[in-house]
């Protein structure tokens, strides 16, 4: 029988918090399929670093700032792992927004290397909750078995794992909170209502084109910002629709930072907690609220606070 005492789903950045908060390195389980998975407000990489490939790394420095007044969360950045660089000005309108960069200064993305050997190339299709023990069924239909299941999977495929395991059934009620996101000129702004981002022509070509960029130049303003409404929309929609619904949006048009994920109306670090404590989560969607601009910082406090 295959048995560990802890096993870590994923390998993003939630994982990689996780990973690096671990007194004992545990084994980690990910996906490597290389493909895009998607619906409605959900866009997830399903590939080992998930979303760090292809993100920005913007972080919010004010809420940074707050955070690191935790001992916990202070550690992680002072492992020299994760840094936190300026990319706008200090006079620019938009200098809370940092960026998190990696030991060779760009933008910080994951890779096999960095989870130290502890890393399987195994996909989980099925949990299946036992009276003493978990078990984890993978796509070659091997059983894993562990004392505990720490899911660090995107919200898409948290909920398609559940589902699939009959922990979600087809009409459960799935809510979430989210806001819009586009693109204006640089006039008349009012950054009370949105949260602004610069977008140099460089940044937004790359982006187009090699659906990421490695580094940012330090900036003051642009002519073109991406913008975060602070307004919070809520969603709405059944399991089954949601998985498969064929219609999705512009990956540069959405946030991308999906919170305060709902079963039933049930939180879903609750929710599961219900199905079994031995099983945990950690995603945007168990950060409580949605936040405009870059939700990475909410997202490793949770986790500190959590673990």
């Known amino acids: 029988m295959n048995f560990d005492k802890n096993l870590l789903i994923g390998s ?6 996780y990973f690096l908060n671990s007194q004992k390195k545990i ?5 490597n399929k290389d493909k895009i998975v998607k619906s409605n407000n959900f866009y997830e990489y399903d590939i080992i670093g998930g979303n760090t490939n292809i993100w920005g790394g913007y972080i919010n420095y004010k809420r940074h700032k707050k955070f690191l007044k935790n001992r916990k969360y202070k550690k992680i950045f002072q492992s020299n792992i994760l840094k936190v660089n300026k990319i706008f000005s200090q006079n620019s309108r938009f200098s809370n927004t940092y960026c998190i960069i990696g030991k060779d200064n760009k ?15 195994k996909k ?15 796509s070659e239909n091997k059983s894993l078995f562990t004392d505990k299941a720490t899911l660090c999977i995107g919200n898409l495929s948290l909920l398609k794992l559940m589902h699939d395991s009959d922990l979600i059934k087809p009409n459960d009620t799935i809510s979430f909170e989210d806001g819009s996101c586009n693109y204006v000129l640089n006039l008349f702004i009012d950054q009370k209502k949105n949260y602004y981002i610069p977008m140099p022509l460089r940044f937004i070509i790359e982006k187009l084109l090699l659906n990421k960029s490695d580094a940012y130049q330090t900036l003051k303003d642009t002519f073109i910002l991406q913008k975060f409404s602070r307004s919070i ?3 709405q929609i059944s399991c089954i629709d ?6 999705t949006k512009i990956r540069y048009f959405i946030s991308n ?17 219900q199905k079994s404590k031995r099983i945990d989560v950690y995603c945007t969607g168990t950060v409580k609220k949605y936040l405009p601009g870059p939700i990475v910082q909410d997202l490793i406090f949770d986790i500190i606070n959590n673990k």
Do not use: C, V
Request: no cysteine; glycine share 2%; hydrophobic share 45%.
């Open 107 to 121: 933008i910080f993305r994951l890779d096999k290397k960095m989870f130290k050997k502890k890393l399987n190339e």
């Open 12 to 17: 993003g950045i939630s994982s990689f918090i």
């Open 257 to 273: 930072h999906i919170a305060n994920l709902r079963i039933n109306n049930i939180p879903i670090r609750k929710f599961i907690h």
């Open 124 to 138: 989980i299709k099925k949990i299946i909750i036992k009276k003493k023990i978990i078990e984890l069924i993978s």
């Open 233 to 235: 929309t809520k969603h």
């Open 27 to 31: 084994q980690i389980l990910t996906s």
């Open 242 to 247: 949601l998985l498969n619904m064929k219609k």
